[in-house]
């Protein structure tokens, strides 16, 4: 069966630090890949996907993933967060062969001053 | 501006009521979705509409109940059998379901139940 891991619960990070969220999927074919931003109390928003081609995949907000197959990863990245990029952040798995997306629980993101 | 529209954002709900929750679009997307999101839980799936006057049951349809009579609507009511309804819902839409077709999301409704 499909599934999505986000194996941090909570990450903090300083601001202007680095940050990498990871994701880890099992799917038996070529995944289709998302990250979701959602701020507190609203809806999600789409920072970044994957499909196929180049495995480096640039997002709005200054965003990044890398898909790793060997690793069934796609980690999100950014090389500098702001103190507006606390939010939780959601990897998502879609399916060819069928309309649904399966999600990870989320990573909220914490950003110290 | 195109976008999901959801209401009200905060509905309380006493035990034994049906409550109703709105989603409206103006993306001219085909397809709707209902979520449901709880602490700690990635979403889970309550119900898919493809195309006006159809529907699909998710993952958690029990105690929920859709209809899809427009293609801008699609109304999510919790009955009184849905055992947790408290929980926040968040309807999305997208153009078509196939699994490269991005969902855009409304910004949710919290229900709490008294």
């Known amino acids: 069966a499909q599934s999505v891991t986000q194996p941090d619960i909570h990450i903090t990070v300083s601001e202007g630090a680095s940050l990498e969220l990871r994701c880890n999927y099992s799917y038996g074919a070529t995944p289709y890949l998302f990250w979701y931003v959602q701020s507190p109390g609203q809806g999600l928003q789409l920072l970044l996907k994957?499909?196929?081609?180049d495995t480096l995949v640039q997002g709005i907000k200054g965003f990044e993933a890398e898909f790793k197959r060997s690793q069934s990863s796609f980690n999100l990245r950014k090389p500098s967060v702001h103190w507006s990029d606390a939010a939780e952040y959601f990897c998502a798995v879609g399916a060819k062969s069928n309309y649904q997306l399966i999600w990870g629980a989320g990573t909220k993101l914490i950003i110290k001053p | 501006d195109g976008g999901i529209t959801q209401s009200p954002k905060y509905l309380f709900r006493k035990e034994g009521q049906n409550v109703t929750l709105s989603c409206e679009q103006n993306?001219?997307?085909?397809?709707m979705y209902w979520y449901r999101q709880d602490p700690g839980q990635g979403l889970r799936l309550i119900y898919y509409s493809q195309i006006v006057n159809d529907f699909q049951k998710g993952d958690i349809a029990e105690g929920y109940s859709v209809s899809r009579e427009k293609k801008e609507s699609f109304p999510l009511t919790v009955t009184s059998a849905q055992k947790n309804p408290t929980a926040f819902y968040l309807c999305?839409?997208?153009?078509?379901?196939?699994?490269?077709?991005?969902?855009?999301f409304g910004p949710g409704t919290r229900l709490t139940v008294l």
């Open positions: 994957y499909f196929s081609g």
């Open positions: 999305a839409s997208s153009i078509g379901t196939g699994p490269t077709d991005t969902q855009y």
């Open positions: 993306l001219n997307h085909d397809a």
